[in-house]
Nanobody, 125 residues
């Protein structure tokens, strides 16, 4: 399985921006559909964004559309999440995840079986 390591989390003021990154260990990075999720303590994991294997298609949770942008660089085996106009309610741990690009799923946030360790994002008011 691919190993995923997130970075880029931190403390930011409301209205500010952060870019999260996810480094993948697998040279076949382009064989994966990638996603970002978040999970607050005591709450269910929440889908944030997904991007297909070559980066030409992406989908977002309604709550982040227009503010967050997912992207990938298959030459560097990295995934990014540009987060703008951050809100205090965006405070939580963010995870990157991978699934085979050949896996057929009914819901855009389903089917991920490889996860990073997470990176904390804190947005102060």
């Amino acid at each position: 399985q691919v190993q995923l390591v997130e970075s880029g989390g931190g403390l930011v003021q409301a209205g500010g921006s952060l870019t999260l990154s996810c480094a993948a260990s697998d040279r076949t990075f382009s064989s994966y559909t990638m996603g970002w999720f978040r999970q607050a303590p005591g709450k269910e994991r929440e889908f944030v964004a997904t991007i297909n294997w070559n980066g030409d298609s992406a989908d977002y949770a309604d709550s982040v559309k227009g503010r967050f942008t997912i992207s990938r660089d298959n030459t560097k085996n990295t995934l990014h999440l540009q987060m703008n106009s951050l809100k205090p309610e965006n405070t939580t741990v963010y995870y990157c995840a991978a699934r085979s690009r050949f896996k057929v799923v009914a819901v855009v946030g389903d089917g991920y079986n490889c996860w990073g360790q997470g990176t904390q994002v804190t947005v102060s008011s």
